[in-house]
C-alpha cells in the first residue's frame, strides 16, 4: 500500500463540483480582485471564527507582517520591542518579527505538548517585552490562560498565529477572546482550510486595526492613489476567496475526519520506541486530548527518528519532520546559531509528522498504525 503524506488532489476531489462551479463564476464575472468574492468571505470567515473583522491578504506570512506593522503605524510596537514566541516554530512567525525590526525572544516548548511553555513565557518577560506571540502547532491549542494574565498584568499584546488552526473553537475557552487581540491565518493549499495556491487573512474584534491592516495591504491607501503608509501589495485573489467561502463550508466535516485518524492513532499506536504527544499527563485521556486540536498535523516522537522514517518509507508510507532544523540553527539567523534550546533541538531530532488529512481512509489510518507498530528497535 502507497499512503501520501497528504494528496491535495485528493482533498480537492472531495468537494470538485462545488469548486470548479465556484471557479467559473469568478472567471466568467470578470472581475477578479477586491470584490464580492472577498467580501463574502472575509464575512463568513470572521462569522466562522467569532471576530468581528477579517482582511484577505495574500498569504499567511503577510498576515502576520501586517498584524505588527499595524501595530506599529497605532503607536503600540516600536522598533526594538521584544516579542516572545514559540522556539520551535515554522520560520513565518519568527520572519514577521524581524521584518517589523522588532526583537524575537525565542520560547522554548513544552516537550509533553510541543506547545509554547507558559513558564518559559514568564521567565523571559523584561520591560522591553512588548507582545507575544503564540502559534497553534500542530493544529493544536497553545493558549493557556496563564499566558493570557501574563499578557494583561504585564501590558503586552497577545497575537496568535492560527496558520495551522483553522476550526479550532476558541470560543469554548473562556478568556481567549478576551486575551487574544489578532489573528493570522494562512490559506496554503495544505493547512485544514487551503485554497488553489496562496492566501492568507487577518482576524480580529479590534476595528483601527483591521482597518490598518486594510490599508497596509493595499499599498497603504485608502484613497485611491493616496498613501497614507508605506504599504504592501498583498490581495487575496477572487478565486481563491470563492474556494475558500466553499471549503469553509465543509472545513468542521473535514476537521471532524482529521480527529477520528487522531483518535484511531492514539488508541491503536503501541510502540515503547514511539511516543505521541499530548496524551501523557497533561490531558485526562484521548477525548480531551482530541478535542484541543484540529490535527493540522500528527506529530509523533522516536529518538531513531531517520531509520523510522525510512522503514516508513520503505513500506510506502510518507512522512515529513517538522521542523528539521529551527529557526535559530538556520543561515539566515546567524547570530543566534550558538543559542542552545535543547528541547526544540531534541523536537527537530526526533519529530516525525505522519500522514493525516481530510481525504485519508480508514484503512490507510490502519496501515499506517500497523506499520509503526512493527517497528523495532
Ligand atoms: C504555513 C504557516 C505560515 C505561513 O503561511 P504562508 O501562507 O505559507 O505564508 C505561518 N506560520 C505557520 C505556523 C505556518 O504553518
Not at 485544514?192 to 483591521?210: P, Y
Request: charged residues 25%.
Amino acid at each position: 500500500m502507497y499512503v501520501p503524506f497528504l494528496s491535495l488532489k485528493d482533498v480537492t476531489a472531495k468537494y470538485a463540483d462545488e469548486i470548479h462551479a465556484a471557479v467559473d463564476s469568478v472567471i466568467d464575472s470578470g472581475w477578479y480582485l477586491h470584490g464580492e468574492q472577498n467580501r463574502i468571505f472575509e464575512r463568513d470567515f470572521s462569522n466562522y471564527v467569532g471576530a468581528d473583522y477579517c482582511v484577505g491578504c495574500a498569504n499567511g506570512l503577510d498576515a502576520l507582517i501586517c498584524i505588527l506593522r499595524a501595530y506599529k503605524e497605532l503607536g503600540m510596537l516600536h522598533d526594538g520591542d521584544e516579542v516572545i514566541v514559540p522556539a520551535n516554530t515554522y520560520i513565518a512567525t519568527i520572519l514577521a518579527i524581524t521584518e517589523n525590526n522588532l526583537v524575537p525572544v525565542l520560547a522554548e516548548p513544552r516537550w509533553e505538548t510541543l506547545e509554547i511553555d507558559e513558564d518559559e513565557v514568564e521567565r523571559l518577560i523584561t520591560p522591553r517585552t512588548k507582545a507575544v506571540m503564540i502559534v497553534h502547532l500542530y493544529g493544536r491549542n497553545a493558549y493557556t490562560p496563564k499566558i493570557g494574565e501574563l499578557c494583561r498584568k504585564n501590558n503586552l499584546l497577545l497575537v496568535a498565529d492560527c496558520a495551522q488552526a483553522h476550526g479550532m473553537k476558541w470560543g469554548e475557552m473562556a478568556d481567549y477572546k478576551a486575551s487574544v487581540s489578532a489573528q493570522a491565518w494562512s490559506f496554503y493549499p495544505g493547512k485544514n482550510l487551503g485554497a488553489l495556491g496562496d492566501g492568507g487573512g487577518v482576524t480580529t474584534d479590534n476595528k483601527a486595526l483591521a482597518d490598518v491592516v486594510r490599508t497596509l495591504a493595499n499599498y497603504g491607501s485608502q484613497k485611491k492613489y493616496w498613501f497614507k503608509y508605506q504599504g504592501r501589495n498583498s490581495r487575496l485573489d477572487e478565486i481563491q476567496a470563492a474556494v475558500l467561502s466553499v471549503k469553509l463550508k465543509h472545513l468542521d466535516e473535514d476537521n471532524e475526519h482529521r480527529r477520528n485518524i487522531a483518535r484511531y492513532y492514539y488508541e491503536n499506536i503501541k510502540n515503547a520506541n514511539i511516543s505521541l504527544p499530548c496524551i501523557n499527563d497533561v490531558y485526562t485521556g484521548v477525548e480531551e486530548c482530541i478535542a484541543d486540536s484540529v490535527f493540522h498535523l500528527f506529530p509523533i516522537l522516536c529518538a531513531d527518528r531517520d531509520r523510522l522514517q525510512q522503514y516508513l518509507s520503505d513500506k510506502g508510507i510518507e512522512t515529513l519532520i517538522h521542523y528539521p532544523i529551527p529557526p535559530h540553527k538556520q543561515e539566515c539567523y546567524k547570530d543566534w546559531n550558538d543559542l542552545s534550546l535543547p528541547v526544540t533541538e531534541r523536537i527537530a531530532e526526533q519529530e516525525l509528522s505522519i500522514p493525516i488529512g481530510p481525504a485519508m481512509t480508514m484503512e490507510e489510518t490502519r496501515y499506517v498504525a500497523e506499520t509503526l507498530n512493527s517497528f523495532q528497535n
